[in-house]
């Protein structure tokens, strides 16, 4: 039980990455305010033991606010909250890069704000960034505005680690390859021919497969406590 005693807030838990990683922090004995969106994905996860559901739109500046009051002081915040745009850079409109950095970045930087003061009143607290291998770390083919956003979080992950990790927080993004979640499989079924897709995202993966959100989470619950 890595995790008893310990508050923790996930954003977009409703699946993927984040509710693979919430549910495994409530496995470890936390707390965990899973968030999302979609109530309906929610409604899928109440009942399990240590999970509390709340409907949260990051986009929402007010509601992150209300939340954050509601929720109080957490141990650790994971922002996991954040989408994929497919192309080049003049494949992207205008309306495209506005929406990845409000999500992806814009967001983060909101949950910070509403979440940051609690944790330094009590000297102590986890901040976890949701960035990507494609960002800083690498350029992916189809992926500008993703990996532009991606880089920024964890620009803004640095900035806070920076900032506060004397004052016992600390700020950390993980950055996974391609992981097999709801969202991938949409993009995925968008191609023409889906099967041979999948061939060439499995392809692209030098162990041979994609990951499972399983196996993102682990060090969710490391990072968190
Ligand atoms: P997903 O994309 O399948 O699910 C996204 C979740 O976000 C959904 O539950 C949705 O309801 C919620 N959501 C969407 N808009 C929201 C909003 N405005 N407010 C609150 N919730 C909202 O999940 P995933 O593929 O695990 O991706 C989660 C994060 O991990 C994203 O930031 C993504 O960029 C990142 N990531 C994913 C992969 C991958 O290959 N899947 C790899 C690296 C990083």
Redesign the pocket.
Same mark, same amino acid.
């Given at each position: 039980m890595r995790l008893k005693d310990k508050v923790v807030l996930v954003?977009?838990?409703?699946?993927?990455?984040?509710?693979?990683s919430a549910l495994a922090m409530a496995a470890e004995g936390a707390t965990v305010w899973a968030?999302?969106? $979609?109530s309906a994905?929610l409604r899928e996860i109440e009942g399990t033991p240590n999970i509390r559901t709340a409907v949260?739109?990051?986009?929402?500046k007010e509601a992150i606010v209300a939340t954050a009051e509601r929720v109080g002081a957490v141990d650790a915040l994971f922002n =996991? *909250?954040?989408?994929?745009h497919a192309g080049s850079i003049l494949e992207a409109s205008d309306q495209d890069f506005a929406f990845a950095m409000s999500? $992806?970045v814009q967001?983060h930087f909101w949950m910070i704000q509403a979440l940051l003061p609690a944790m330094l009143d009590r000297g102590t607290g986890s901040i976890i960034n949701?960035?990507?291998?494609?960002s800083s770390v690498r350029g992916l083919p189809n992926r500008c505005v993703?990996g532009i956003s991606?880089a920024a979080v964890i620009g803004l992950t640095k900035s806070v680690a920076a900032d506060y990790v004397g004052k016992g927080i600390r700020c950390n993004a993980? =950055?996974?390859?391609?992981?097999?979640?709801?969202?991938?499989?949409?993009r995925i079924n968008a191609f023409p021919d889906p099967v041979e897709a999948r061939r060439q995202f499995i392809a692209r993966q030098p162990m041979g497969r994609?990951?499972k *959100?399983e196996e993102?989470a682990p060090l969710v619950v490391f990072l968190a406590s």
């Open positions: 954003t977009a838990a409703g699946q993927g990455i984040a509710r693979a968030t999302d969106l $979609n994905l949260l739109d990051v986009l929402d =996991c *909250a954040g989408y994929v999500l $992806n967001s949701m960035a990507s291998v494609a993703y991606k993980i =950055c996974p390859g391609t992981v097999d979640t709801p969202s991938l499989a949409d994609l990951a *959100a993102i």
